[in-house]
């Protein structure tokens, strides 16, 4: 029995089923209400953000919005932002890694990127490109950065397509297979595609758990996908994020460490959850191919 | 051997064209101003002359200054560059150095201890602490602290960068992921040698399996972590990012980020990134940095590779 898979199938159903069903949940107010003002049960008035209680489950921010709506709500948001990024990542990767398999110029061109990308850390890259103007006044700006975040990686995921393809190369019954007058098409039907395709199906439960970790790092610094310029009061301009994403959830971080540490707990334990649960899921499907093809022999 | 040198000089000097190509992009913003002042929209239009323009400025202001000039307070740009850099060296070096040695010590445990109750502590520990986020690690470590402060059991400054607090922090934020990846590469090459002639060899002759361990097969895969450094040192150059932006630490990677800040904030007319000329200084130390942990790697590698090819 195939144990880590299981655990990761587990794990992602039950995000799925916060994705499909989060806003009906119990509890979960749709309208996401700010209490800005809240009476002590005592004479006094609180005010947000308000601790774990019998209100508010799991605490609220600091507008006073529930947080457990927040993120029921917010999931969707936030899978749907990863599943553009991973899937634009994993088309770009299929064509390019396809392209160097049968063109050497194209092996070319992904081996100087790879060799290029390998000078500039991520963030690193992301926060150069972030800050071109062109890039942050665009009207599509959400796009852009997830498109700049997708790309930045697809060399180093290109590269693990290409020797899995590679590898299927080498394999004997290849030979076999080519001297049986394979076609090129034939042999990309029938060999190269299947293999790819196991390939491709644990690689897109990796990617997406790299792709929230890196989230939650941009969260940190204050990078979101979403977000808007508001005036301040020196005629200068500050992004606010407008989302109700989990990663916004970190942009109070430091204050919140000492006064509200439930917020950034919050949102911590949802992402780390996701992100092991999408490890587990891709460790399981390796095992789960390896064991295959054991039995194949 | 000398084109792991040079094949890496020459892909440096192409990453650092373009990422200078980028930072030199013209800022030409138009800015609709609304109702008071307030922010209408911008609409950016990029112009190849001004991009030109940019580059030229740039390489004769190097020329004419020989360096990167003064800043507004009379000072080198440069002087204040590397002393800020020194400082991120002092916490980034033993974070990595703590990372290799603790790192594979770690990965010869796993190993010895890969069967049985062992594995929960070894190789279980290693995979999950590396999917944990590492902001979520550095969150639970400062609010420890802060708990523990607050039963007056320990005094120590998590924000800001001049107490030796600081620096001691933020080596063990940074070393967490350095650790976690070089045990699990160290286990990987280890559980490689596993299997191989010279370890049934010297098993049969009655050499202790402390000693074909430590000896043999560790000398063996030495080189194959040696290898994966680089990539080590490319995840923590991003970390290094996170951590001092977070806890204030001024080091390059704080300074970089603020002079990139306009990526969350802007003053309507302008830009606030004007300090390019600093920020193409931080580019280039770091990627020189790079450099050179790639050809120490590159060099590893090709010395594995050679004594493959003998075996």
């Not at chain 1, 090129?184 to 299947?194: A, D, R, S, V």
Request: glycine share 8%; aromatic share 14%.
């Amino acid at each position: 029995m195939n144990r880590t898979l299981w655990i990761g199938l587990i794990m992602t159903g039950m995000l799925l089923f916060i994705l499909i069903f989060g806003p009906h949940l119990p509890r979960v107010d749709q309208t996401l209400e700010q209490n800005l003002l809240k009476k002590d049960s005592g004479v006094g008035l609180l005010v947000p953000p308000y601790a774990p209680s019998e209100e508010f489950l799991i605490g609220s921010d600091r507008k006073g919005v529930d947080l457990w709506s927040k993120v029921m709500i917010g999931a969707r948001e936030t899978f749907y932002i990863l599943a553009v990024i991973v899937g634009l990542r994993l088309v770009l990767a299929l064509l390019v890694s396809i392209g160097a398999f049968y063109l050497s110029g194209v092996r070319l061109l992904m081996n100087i990127w790879n060799a290029v990308f390998s000078f500039m850390p991520t963030i690193f890259i992301i926060l150069i490109l972030l800050a071109v103007p062109g890039v942050m006044f665009s009207d599509y700006r959400p796009f852009w950065v997830m498109a700049i975040i997708a790309v930045v990686e697809v060399g180093r995921l290109s590269l693990i397509f290409y020797e899995s393809l590679q590898t299927q190369k080498r394999q004997s019954y290849m030979e076999a297979a080519i001297s049986s007058g394979g076609r090129k098409w034939t042999l990309f039907k029938g060999y190269y595609w299947p293999a790819l395709k196991r390939e491709v199906l644990s690689s897109s439960a990796t990617e997406a758990g790299r792709a929230m970790f890196l989230l939650a790092q941009l969260g940190v610094i204050g990078i979101y996908i979403n977000q808007e310029f508001f005036s301040q009061l020196d005629r200068s301009y500050q992004s606010v994020e407008t989302s109700n994403s989990w990663p916004v959830l970190l942009s109070n971080l430091r204050r919140d460490v000492y006064s509200a540490e439930w917020i950034p707990l919050v949102a911590l334990f949802f992402m780390t959850f996701s992100i092991i649960a999408f490890h587990l899921l891709a460790d399981g499907l390796r095992k789960r191919q390896a064991i295959k093809m054991r039995r194949n022999f | 051997m000398i084109n792991r040198i040079l094949f890496p000089l020459f892909v440096w000097m192409l990453a650092f064209g373009i990422l200078l190509l980028i930072i030199l992009l013209p800022m030409d913003t138009v800015f609709t101003e609304g109702r008071g002042g307030s922010f209408g929209g911008a609409v950016y239009d990029y112009q190849f002359m001004n991009h030109w323009a940019n580059i030229k400025f740039f390489f004769s202001y190097i020329l004419e200054q020989r360096g990167l000039g003064l800043d507004q307070f009379g000072n080198p740009v440069s002087d204040q560059i590397t002393s800020v850099f020194g400082r991120s060296l002092k916490i980034f070096v033993p974070a990595i150095l703590i990372g290799f040695f603790l790192g594979i010590a770690k990965g010869v445990m796993d190993y010895r201890f890969r069967k049985g109750k062992g594995r929960i502590l070894g190789q279980y520990t290693t995979a999950g602490v590396m999917a944990i986020p590492d902001i979520a690690m550095i969150i639970l470590i400062q609010m420890t602290i802060l708990y523990l402060q607050a039963q007056g059991l320990v005094d120590i400054d998590l924000f800001g960068h001049d107490t030796i607090d600081n620096v001691l922090m933020n080596i063990l934020y940074l070393s967490i992921y350095p650790v976690m990846f070089i045990s699990a590469i160290t286990f990987k090459a280890l559980e490689d040698e596993q299997g191989m002639d010279y370890v049934r060899t010297a098993r049969s002759k009655g050499t202790p399996s402390m000693k074909v361990l430590y000896i043999h097969m560790l000398k063996n895969g030495m080189l194959k972590i040696f290898a994966h450094s680089n990539t080590m040192i490319l995840y923590t150059l991003s970390n290094l990012f996170i951590v001092e932006v977070f806890t204030e630490y001024r080091g390059a990677a704080f300074y970089m980020y603020t002079t990139l800040g306009s990526a969350t904030s802007f003053n309507v007319g302008g830009l606030l990134s004007a300090d390019v000329i600093s920020q193409i200084g931080y580019v280039f130390l770091f990627t020189v940095f790079i450099l050179l942990a790639n050809i120490v790697s590159g060099m590893a590698r090709s010395i594995v590779s050679v004594q493959e090819e003998k075996l």
